[in-house]
């Protein structure tokens, strides 16, 4: 079916999303601050809004793809934010935010008889651009159905974790967590190797064919091998905004994280010296820098 | 081409690797300190000898499967050790053990005009049984060459390393530094999810289809998600062995890894609490005992 959906958030993400949900068929209005970005979408068949709630229309969808807690705030709960506006509609967030602040757009929504579902996504720009994104999905039962059938333009699986939708959020910053592990422990193995003479092309080649046979370890595997820390695909200022959730939400839940406190001051010692515009995968950076090999 | 073959150590690896062997036609005769271990093997048609010496035969082929450097160098270098008689032959040593105990025994080897192979594999018994290992080679090229079509009977693939057979060990490490590394960051996401209401083992199975589709996050995955941590594949004592090992490769190549520090100390509170003989895994255990769920 058809929907009427005001996208807000034209970035990376958001651009191809969008994109692929005009391609579907839907009726696709987009809000973006800068509005220029918005312009390829409007080409493409998108109505350009001028406000959050320009964008949605009572009882309609909307769907943000935002860099972070502010920002959804700020296009939800702001003077022409779309709660202004939305009614008994639905919020479909995709950003990665904090699972505080989605109890709190939740009970905003509801407040008002509306509905908000968390639906963080992981996979990179050119997974979404292929409709290849992994969708993590919470929020009630009646809405969830309704906008599923918006997922299938974009995504290749949907993982449902209930009705509570922090819960999504959750998953999403730990699988965030998970990636960024992975980074620095690979980072850590294939400089212990470099040092005793080893290729580390070599192996990070081995390792994704064999034991980590899987995109994560391939693909960052090859970057962290090659050093190839630009263009970023996801920036490491994003993911120290992440790994600083998931303290905040360790913190909340007391479950002990000691390899989140290693991974955020490996973050903050690559910003610090400027490094943060570069893709996460430098963390890479990091462990070459302190072994002298960078 | 059949070849005789001393095997020495036949513990949870090396039995099946030594089975394999024999059922592929090679003359296989066998050691262990407690010789009762090598009865099926001896069942199975090998010749059981009473040093390591006796197992070997000069110019022929040595195999070593123990449990840490002291073991392989009591079994070459004692007074009944196998290099009293291996004379010109190979030692192909498949042990997990520290890259300076390769580069010793190596040079002992050469003095006599004999070869030292690194081959230490990758996979659990299940996979020697199955003739799934993988195998991790550095050495001469010659004798490389001798004795790859030994590894067709026990591995699904032979990743070479270069002619300094430590590199090898180097890999092997740093192999099970990312395992564990996997298995921690593993832990502690889904801690933080159980104690924000999401379950584990719907979590475990989500990442083990997308992003992390692969054996390590497959198998320990499931293990950890289910907190499963005995029979022992591969005891914590073993792997804090490994950690310990690659501290001290760590530090001699100066390439700082903290989240060695952060295993280490993981492994040592388990240790200290009696829980040494439970599969490595278990560090699992651990983080849910510093987050109250255990």
Redesign the interface.
């Given at each position: 079916m058809s929907e009427a959906i005001g996208f807000i958030g034209i970035g990376a993400m958001g651009q191809p999303i969008a994109s692929r949900l005009i391609d579907a068929g839907h009726r696709v209005s987009v809000y973006n601050r800068t509005a220029s970005k918005a312009a390829a979408l409007v080409e493409q068949g998108a109505r350009l809004a001028d406000s959050p709630a320009d964008a949605v229309e009572p009882g309609g969808i909307a769907i943000t793809m935002l860099a972070n807690d502010e920002a959804v705030e700020a296009v939800t709960l702001g003077d022409e934010g779309l709660l202004t506006k939305l009614g008994n509609g639905t919020h479909v967030s995709m950003s990665t935010i904090s699972?505080d602040c989605a109890q709190r757009l939740a009970a905003r929504h509801a407040a008002q008889g509306g509905h908000y579902v968390a639906a963080p996504v992981?996979g990179r720009p050119d997974a979404a651009a292929a409709g290849k994104l992994?969708i993590?999905l919470a929020g009630g039962a009646a809405v969830k159905q309704r906008i599923t059938p918006l997922f299938e333009a974009v995504s290749q699986?949907v993982?449902d974790?209930?009705e509570?939708p922090?819960?999504a959020n959750?998953?999403k910053?730990?699988?965030n967590?998970?990636?960024a592990?992975?980074m620095?422990?690979?980072a850590?193995?294939?400089?212990?190797?470099?040092?005793?003479?080893?290729d580390r092309q070599?192996?990070a080649t081995?390792?994704g064919?064999?034991?980590?046979?899987?995109?994560?370890?391939k693909n960052y595997g090859a970057m962290i091998a090659e050093q190839r820390y630009s263009p970023p695909g996801f920036t490491l200022d994003l993911g120290f905004k992440d790994m600083d959730l998931?303290r905040q939400?360790?913190a909340k839940?007391?479950?002990?994280?000691?390899?989140?406190s290693?991974l955020l001051?490996?973050m903050l010692a690559l910003r610090a010296r400027g490094q943060g515009g570069l893709d996460w995968s430098a963390v890479g950076r990091g462990?070459s820098e302190?072994?002298?090999t960078a």
């Open positions: 699972p992981f992994w993590v699986g993982y974790y209930g509570e922090h819960a959750v998953v910053l730990a699988g967590f998970l990636i592990s992975a620095e422990a690979m850590e193995a294939f400089t212990l190797a470099e040092k005793n003479g080893v070599h192996m081995m390792f064919e064999t034991l980590f046979a899987c995109p994560i370890y998931v939400a360790s839940a007391q479950a002990p994280m000691p390899f989140v290693a001051n490996r462990v302190d072994a002298g």
